[in-house]
């Protein structure tokens, strides 16, 4: 399991679960500089990394293997966010702008990406993932209009359930 770490001299670091016993897990830097990393997601076949990372000034897409983290590929070239894997690793996606981006990808002996190609706009909360198949993506988006936000304040609150104590 990958997860972010926050803290003071380095910002977002990645770290990972190791099982120790049955009952037992130790965390272990992963990626852990100045550049705050994030939106980290294992490979199908875990021996990579994608990940988010502002070493360049703004979020990009970068892939690493795992667990060494020694060869370090960028996958974004204008920016990106959220990366997802299909299920046999052979493509990632990730949003650029408001835009859902795949890239083709390679796992065997050493991470290699080819061009990136523009899907659809993604609208609405910016939730998404992709199905395995990596031909259809779930994307959470509002229905209807959103009600106005409202604070609804009730005064005296005891009185309404006055009665109703458990015995």
């Not at 770490?5 to 990645?14: C, E, F, I, M, Q």
């Not at 920016?79 to 795949?102: C, Q, T």
């Not at 706009?121 to 209009?145: A, N, Q, T």
Request: with cysteine.
């Amino acid at each position: 399991m990958l997860y972010r770490r926050n803290r003071a001299k380095t910002g977002g670091d990645l770290w990972y679960l190791e099982k120790v016993s049955d009952n037992e897990w130790t965390g272990h830097p992963f990626l852990e500089n100045v550049s705050d990393e994030n939106w980290g997601r294992f490979s199908p076949d875990g021996g990579y990394v994608a990940y988010v990372s502002r070493e360049s000034g703004q979020d990009k897409v970068y892939v690493c293997d795992f667990p060494h983290a020694e060869r370090k590929t960028p996958v974004s070239k204008n920016g990106g966010n959220s990366p997802h894997w299909n299920a046999d690793g052979s493509e990632l996606f990730y949003v650029e702008g408001n835009v859902i981006v795949s890239v083709p990808v390679s796992t065997t002996a050493e991470f290699a990406a080819g061009q990136a190609t523009a899907l659809f706009p993604l609208s609405g909360s910016g939730f998404w993932d992709v199905f395995p198949d990596g031909k259809r993506f779930l994307i959470v988006e509002p229905v209807g209009e959103r009600p106005e936000p409202s604070i609804h304040v009730v005064l005296n609150w005891h009185q309404k359930f006055r009665g109703r104590e458990r015995r």
